[in-house]
């Protein structure tokens, strides 16, 4: 069961924010194992907002939200938009995907 209680999951964001060449999956900031993981959404008619999510897949701490996404950021293919919701049950299906199509963004930009 997904855990959506405990705020310091959101520390995976701060790398991403501060413009930090990180490799993903992520240190989680709860459990301290290296299965952090942060996915974006823009809206489909939206330049600028979109959903967030971050979770760590060993402990199941998750949080979910609209959030202001970065420009640099591109939709995964892979992700069906009808499949998301606030728990991270797609996103954990599709976290290698996921990983490799951040770090590759994050190195592009």
């Not at 760590?56 to 939200?65: G, M, V």
């Amino acid at each position: 069961m997904w855990q959506d209680d405990n705020d310091k999951i959101m520390e995976i964001l701060d790398n991403i924010e501060l413009n930090s060449k990180v490799q993903f999956p992520v240190k989680c900031p709860i459990c301290g194992k290296n299965n952090g993981h942060l996915y974006f959404h823009r809206y489909k008619n939206d330049n600028v907002k979109g959903g967030m999510w971050v979770w760590c897949s060993a402990c199941r701490h998750s949080a979910h939200t609209m959030f202001k996404i970065p420009e640099w950021w591109q939709n995964l293919n892979d992700i069906n938009f009808e499949e998301l919701t606030a728990l991270p049950e797609c996103l954990e299906k599709n976290k290698k995907l996921i990983d490799e199509w951040i770090n590759k963004l994050l190195f592009e930009k």
